[in-house]
């Protein structure tokens, strides 16, 4: 898939945020009860984050009766994910000190749900508007590997010229989520990704930055000049 659009995708690959908040918001207690459906003989789920390129477990869980449990801190919230063992695929979600319910089809990862979670309401929301948004490049991709086989480079400039609109327009629109959520913990988790992923667009990002709550600064991951 074209690099340009893979970032629909902003979304789903976070980074993670550090922060020294001391407030029950932002230092508090996680809890997941878990049921496992379709279960194809794993026998644990592991928690875990990524911090730059080292994945760090957070808690673990054996499966019991297709039931699991996980619990702990948590300073900040962070996109999170729970792996089945052994060898089993990944279910990306939003951790925070929130006690949520997820149901996790083992067949079929996309099928499961979470039950009880806000910041996860709100990202599903922003995950579906961003598949929206990009609806038309299913369109234009088999186009653009046709004029690339046909070296036909104006058709390209095109292609890319849309894809740059499109991208542009998911990009406005996260960024006016963020200003009308300028206390929303999502929102860092958003800027710290829209950062690391759109250098060029670097400016417009801290300026909104800018406009965040005290607190909520301390947890993005660049420094606003």
């Known amino acids: 898939m074209y690099t340009k659009i893979i970032y629909v995708v902003v979304l789903f690959t976070l980074f993670h945020c550090q922060s020294n908040k001391n407030s029950s918001q932002m230092d508090s207690q996680f809890e997941i009860k878990g049921t496992v459906t379709q279960n194809q003989g794993f026998e644990k789920v592991?928690?875990?984050?990524?911090?730059?390129d080292e994945i760090i477990l957070i808690d673990s869980s054996l499966i019991k009766d297709q039931n699991f449990h996980l619990k702990g801190p948590i300073h900040f919230p962070k996109k999170a994910y729970i792996q089945f063992y052994p060898?089993?695929?990944?279910?990306?979600?939003?951790?925070?000190?929130?006690?949520?319910?997820?149901?996790?089809?083992?067949?079929?990862?996309?099928?499961?749900?979470?039950?009880?979670?806000?910041?996860?309401?709100?990202?599903?929301?922003?995950?579906?508007?961003?598949?929206?948004?990009?609806?038309?490049?299913?369109?234009?991709?088999?186009?653009?590997?046709?004029?690339?086989?046909?070296?036909?480079?104006?058709?390209?400039?095109?292609?890319?010229s849309k894809i740059d609109s499109i991208e542009n327009l998911n990009r406005q629109y996260l960024l006016g989520y963020i200003t009308t959520h300028l206390d929303n913990p999502l929102s860092v988790l958003i800027l710290n990704d829209l950062y690391h992923n759109l250098q060029n667009d670097s400016l417009q990002i801290i300026q909104t930055s800018k406009k965040m709550s005290p607190e909520l600064k301390k947890a993005l991951d660049f420094e606003i000049k």
């Open 87 to 160: 060898q089993g695929n990944s279910f990306p979600f939003i951790l925070s000190g929130e006690k949520i319910e997820i149901q996790l089809n083992a067949h079929d990862l996309n099928a499961s749900t979470i039950q009880n979670s806000t910041i996860n309401k709100e990202w599903n929301a922003l995950k579906q508007k961003s598949v929206e948004i990009y609806g038309d490049v299913d369109y234009l991709f088999p186009l653009m590997q046709k004029a690339r086989i046909q070296n036909d480079y104006q058709t390209l400039t095109q292609i890319n």
């Open 46 to 52: 592991y928690l875990s984050y990524i911090s730059a």
